[in-house]
């Protein structure tokens, strides 16, 4: 027969599973020796049988009754004893602490006989009795029966009216509290259409039922679905003697943190109020006394207590969190776990405990979370929210501050113009608008959610921002938009945190991160106990892993960046962008318009010294590093004007009986390069066959620059990338038509490089399923996982934004795809294309360059596969080589698809 009850002397802090988090600890401090009250578990299991089965499991109740017996005789009282009887609390306790399920029951076992033993227990202490009594019919009336709280809040208040004034509840004689009780039973009797039960063991069977039914209550579902939560766990279900700290001033409750949660602390940390029971703490209805003060108040308790922290501590060996309770100078703990704390603490925490030699540096690398690291980068809101004109959904975290516009091109035109810091505000935005969204310093839509293509783009790119602010209505014609009464215009000032959703009007002062001040060199903010954790975990995190890091930069700049923050390269130098800018544009177009092969080279000789130009500064930004550069990959008509536009211009042209003839020779090209889905259409390598000047061009560019920074002294380390391959064909000819044109580069300038490589991106299913052929022209492998995932899935990463949210909630795909690589997918046809690329080709380099390259998740997975490296944006870099060194340690599991 399944056992469904432990005795807390039979479980331990490794059945959480079984026992729920709550008993599981519970179970492991009795063992400990540590002063808990007696108590019992009912377990997971009897819970999801009793919700499947709509009722007890067979053998439950004895189980219970006997475990019941044992306590009674353990505390030398009976439940519901009228001379002496024993109090129990009955509490909910899941494998992961979760508000939202059924709150405790407190007193269980008084009714009108037992409230007289408890007075006799605590020196005919008539009032305290009944007052425990009037608070166990109003909790078990409410938590279990689902009597509406207010009926008794009411009666309550009724009572203390009549006592005067500004009476409180303490104000209320024994005499008052009985009749308060009558009370509160006869408001029990109206709601529930049946007398309270004053059968002690039906009021545990009941109070048990609604623990487990509450489960399934709308408020636990609600949360389990916000936090990726099991429905399939269960709670358990905690009986304890109750201790009572509301006997008097020399009792009282309280919590206490091992170390300060917020700042990271070595510092006892918590709250604690005379003379209270439970929930009073956290009702608010007393304000709490800092924990130091316990000290003052009962010096012996105090001492007691930070014995049993540093105990738990150093067993825990981690920070944890304890309820406890005095009862006339007697201390108990009612609970402890591994306590939450802020992104900030735990560094500093995982830190100290380093020093201490409570954890080893392994241990210590893995008690800081890689996804919480960017925030710790970011610039903060000074003041607390006082004075939001609206709030939103902390979509993207970090503070912002700048002039409001309305549109993308705005954003980018005042950005550019004059270096205005702008905040983009739209309802929503769309793949159109991301020239504008990376020129902003912060984006603020009305409309969509957490996954929304604003939420998803800003995170992406590490700019701060609020979405679905609702309050804000956007008037585009008035170039405003009013929130909450107040109206703001074009060109105003606002700040806007993302860590809060907050949104304000005017300039707040913001807070410069300390690690931003310190890996600029900033000496006080280095000499902070946050730069000196992160300055050493993440020296163990370097020496731990295997993985390189390397950065997506396209220009010096970014390369410079980079490699401050640790890229050891660069994974994807992507070369679009020079082709933007006015001169160069018009080269581009003139290259696209070409008749001749005449006019086509006139328009490479343009573009040639432009490129190489960038390519120097890229080369010498990164000396000695590798530097792969992907060769054009978007579609020609990207770099023409818009389809519509230029048709609707030409018409109006002639309308006017202008001459439009050059126009109309731009349209006709316009339309002849149009396409009906881009995305799959003339790009990547299909673009360098059709016009093989073009990736000729390019290559006579890198190389020459390369040539350039050798003979300068320098060390380039050249790869090049041909993208969007699905044969092998078409990169061993694009290979075989580029080749020579280094080589002849080459010997003409008479030099040579320590490193030059030829190699591919696998961003088709197809070149994953082929990887094995393709790899005998190839010298690397570089997973392009954003192409990957869109013709993996289908899904366009440009509008997933649509639907992606109801995809995560219904469970239809386990994350975004977009931000956390999809393993039984992707991962696969990763992992087929590395084994069987390394298979055909042992001397085959792999990475990854997609958004991937800089989730902690993912990078997890990059290093059980066996890569060489991930690239990511310049900002993620230290993100990287965080969640590189975890996975080393054993961090992430190393599942291979
Ligand atoms: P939560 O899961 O919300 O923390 P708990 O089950 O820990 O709920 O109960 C809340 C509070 O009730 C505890 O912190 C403690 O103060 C009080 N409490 C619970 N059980 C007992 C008990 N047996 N004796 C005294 N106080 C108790
Ligand atoms: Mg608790
Ligand atoms: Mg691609």
């Known amino acids: 027969m399944t056992k469904y009850v432990y005795d807390f002397s039979e479980g331990n802090k490794d059945m959480k599973d079984l026992l729920g988090g709550k008993g599981a600890n519970l179970a492991e401090m009795t ?30 109740m004895a189980e219970v009754d006997e475990h019941l017996a044992a306590l009674e005789s353990s505390m030398h009282k009976k439940l519901g004893d009228a001379g002496d009887p024993l109090l129990v609390s009955v509490r909910s306790g899941a494998k992961f602490s979760m508000p939202g399920m059924m709150d405790t029951v407190l007193n269980l076992g008084l009714n009108d006989d037992s409230v007289a033993g408890l007075a006799a227990q605590t020196g005919d202490d008539l009032r305290f009795a009944r007052d425990a009594y009037r608070r166990f019919i109003q909790m078990f009336g409410k938590i279990v029966m689902d009597v509406p709280a207010d009926a008794f809040e009411h009666a309550l208040d009724e009572a203390k009216a009549a006592k005067g004034p500004d009476a409180q509840d303490t104000d209320l004689s024994a005499d008052d509290l009985s009749a308060l ?28 039922e609604a623990v487990f039914k ?28 109750m201790v009572f700290g509301n006997r008097g001033e020399d009792s009282g409750t309280g919590v206490a943190f091992t170390r300060d949660p ?22 608010g209805i007393r304000n709490t006394l800092p924990l130091a003060k316990l000290e003052e108040i009962d010096a012996a308790s105090y001492k007691g207590l930070r014995e049993v922290m540093d105990t738990l501590e150093n067993h825990y060996r981690d920070m944890c969190d304890i309820e406890f309770t005095i009862e006339k100078g007697r201390l108990w703990i009612l609970q402890t776990r591994v306590g939450k704390r802020t992104a900030f603490g735990e560094w500093v925490m995982a830190n100290d405990m380093l020093t201490e030699g409570l954890i080893d540096e392994d241990t210590a690398l893995l008690r800081v979370d890689a996804n919480r690291l960017e925030e710790l980068f970011k610039r903060r809101v000074e003041a607390d929210g006082a004075g939001a004109i609206a ?30 810091k702008v905040i983009l505000v739209r309802r929503e935005t769309t793949p159109d608008d991301y020239h504008g969204m990376i020129a902003s310093q912060g984006i603020l839509t009305s409309a969509g959610g957490t996954n929304s293509h604003a939420a998803v783009v800003a995170r992406g790119e590490g700019i701060p921002a609020v979405c679905g602010a609702d309050a804000i209505k956007i008037d585009l014609e008035a170039r405003a938009f009013s929130a909450n009464g107040t109206t703001v215009r074009e060109g105003d000032t606002i700040t806007i945190d993302g860590f809060t959703g907050n949104v304000f009007v005017g300039e707040l002062p913001l807070t410069d991160s300390v690690l931003e001040k310190a890996r600029q060199g900033d000496a006080t903010a280095q000499s902070q106990p946050i730069w000196q954790a992160y300055d050493r975990l993440m020296r163990v995190a370097d020496e731990r892993r295997r993985l390189r890091v390397r950065a997506n930069a396209d220009t010096p700049e970014q390369s410079t960046n980079a490699r401050e923050r640790g890229a050891e390269g660069i994974g994807l130098c992507r070369t679009e962008h020079m082709f933007l800018g006015p001169e160069r544009v018009a080269a581009v177009q003139q290259m696209i318009f070409a008749e001749s092969d005449d006019e086509e080279k006139a328009a490479f000789d343009v573009l040639l010294p432009l490129q190489k130009g960038d390519f120097v500064g890229i080369f010498q930004a990164m000396d000695g590093l590798p530097v792969t550069v992907r060769l054009l990959d978007p579609p020609l008509h990207e770099f023409l004007p818009d389809l519509t536009e230029l048709s609707v211009e030409v018409a109006l042209g002639r309308e006017r009986g202008e001459d439009v003839t050059e126009q109309e020779k731009v349209l006709g090209k316009v339309r002849q390069l149009h396409e009906m889905n881009p ?35 320098g060390d380039p380390k050249v790869e090049i ?49 082929t990887a094995g052929e393709i790899a005998e022209s190839a010298d690397f492998f570089s997973f392009g996982t954003n192409d990957l995932t869109q013709t993996a899935f289908g899904f366009s990463r440009d509008d997933i934004g649509k639907f992606v949210a109801m995809y995560e909630e219904r469970k239809l795909v386990p994350a975004n795809p977009f931000v956390t690589i999809d393993l039984p997918g992707v991962g696969r046809l990763m992992k087929i294309a590395s084994d069987e690329g390394r298979a055909a080709n042992p001397s085959l380099h792999l990475g990854i360059c997609g958004e991937h390259g800089g989730d902690p998740a993912s990078v997890g997975f990059c290093h059980g596969l066996g890569l060489d490296y991930v690239s990511c944006s310049p ?8 969640a590189a060194g975890q996975a080393a340690v054993g961090g992430f599991s190393s599942a291979t698809a």
């Open 31 to 60: 063992n400990m020796g540590l002063p808990v009250p007696h108590g019992f578990t009912i377990t997971t299991e009897a819970c999801l049988t009793y919700l499947a089965e709509g009722g007890h499991p067979a053998g439950l």
């Open 181 to 208: 009780t009558e009370r509160f039973l006869a408001i029990y009797r109206e709601h529930t259409g049946s007398d309270f039960p004053t059968d002690p063991k039906e009021q545990l069977r009941l109070s048990i």
């Open 214 to 241: 509450s489960w399934n209550g709308k408020r636990a579902r609600d949360y389990r679905r916000q936090n990726k939560i099991s429905d399939d766990l269960g709670t358990a279900v905690n009986v304890v003697a």
């Open 262 to 283: 917020s700042t990271g602390e070595h510092v006892p940390y918590g709250d604690y109020l005379a003379n209270a029971q439970g929930e009073d703490v956290v009702a």
């Open 391 to 420: 709030t939103g959904l902390n979509a993207s975290p970090g503070a912002a501050t700048g002039a409001v516009v309305f549109s993308a091109d705005e954003a980018e035109r005042w950005a550019k113009d004059d270096g205005t």
């Open 679 to 713: 995305m799959l259409g003339l790009r990547g390598v299909r673009l360098g066959i059709l016009k093989p000047g073009l990736y000729a061009m390019q290559v006579r560019a890198i190389i020459e620059a390369a040539c350039q920074v050798r003979k300068g002294g």
């Open 721 to 769: 990338m041909i993208p969007l391959v699905a044969t092998r064909p078409e990169l061993q000819q694009t290979r075989d038509e580029l080749e020579p044109v280094a080589q002849e580069i080459l010997q003409r300038e008479g030099v040579a490089f320590s490193h030059l490589e030829w190699g591919t991106m696998v961003e088709l299913p197809r070149a994953a399923v």
């Open 875 to 882: 900002f993620r870099v230290e993100t990287a080589r965080l």
